[in-house]
């Protein structure tokens, strides 16, 4: 024979046997530490060509963020011509006119004049106030050891000096010398002293704020009041 024996039964009629369907493989275990089995591995990343990252920026809006519209501004802002929000600062405010200026400089001198002016009357203040320091020094050294005052003169004379009434203390002739001019009195360092007419005319060429009395002797009562004793000046009165 020459059919095998599956033909001779086929012929027969038996019908062949069915094909057993395939075993479905169950996926492998993951080992500890490695891979899923069956994922594809993809190949280390290399360094991205040129231009790659600002294609990406065009096709999301310019830069990283922005909206896809392509026009690279911040969704909320309008665009300005200066790219900045709210327009070019100052661009509406007026040019100062020439008035304007003009004005300016005007108050930037007289500044400058009554700085000056200031300056200069602080140095005259304090050239006076030397001045003065130097001639009341030269008086103290024009008067030393010539007065006049008595330590037990009783009577008082009181005079007018600086706005205030004062008083000296002489003795009878003293008092009759004074009212008739030939003797005066000068104001040191806080004291009143009697001295002679004619020093008192050099003191008076030094420094003539120095003279705190002379009497003219053809003075009227009025003039110069306190010239009798008998006109008694009240102590609350006399500075």
Do not use: C
Request: glycine residues 10%; hydrophobic residues 30%; aromatic residues 4%.
């Amino acid at each position: 024979m020459t059919d095998s024996l599956r033909d001779q039964l086929l012929g027969l009629g038996f019908k062949p046997a069915p094909k057993p369907e395939p075993k479905s493989e169950r996926p492998a275990e993951r080992k500890p530490g490695g891979k899923p089995p069956g994922r594809p591995q993809h190949p280390a990343r290399g360094p991205r060509p040129p231009g790659a990252r600002d294609e990406r920026r065009q096709h999301a809006g310019g830069k990283p963020g922005g909206n896809p519209s392509g026009s690279g501004a911040a969704p909320g802002n309008k665009a300005t011509p200066q790219g900045r929000p709210g327009g070019q600062r100052g661009a509406n405010r007026p040019a100062r006119s020439r008035e304007d200026i003009d004005l300016a400089k005007a108050y930037a001198i007289r500044a400058q004049r009554e700085k000056q002016e200031r300056i200069e009357a602080e140095r005259l203040k304090q050239e006076q106030a030397r001045l003065r320091r130097e001639a009341r020094a030269r008086v103290e050294a024009l008067i030393e050891g010539k007065t006049l005052n008595d330590p037990a003169a009783e009577l008082v004379r009181h005079f007018p000096y600086g706005g205030k009434i004062k008083r000296i203390h002489v003795t009878a002739e003293q008092l009759g010398a004074l009212n008739a001019g030939q003797l005066g009195i000068v104001q040191q360092a806080g004291r009143y002293l009697l001295v002679t007419a004619a020093l008192l005319d050099e003191v008076e060429a030094v420094f003539p704020a120095a003279v705190a009395l002379r009497v003219d002797p053809n003075a009227t009562a009025e003039e110069d009041p306190y010239a009798d004793p008998k006109y008694q000046v009240p102590d609350d009165l006399i500075w």
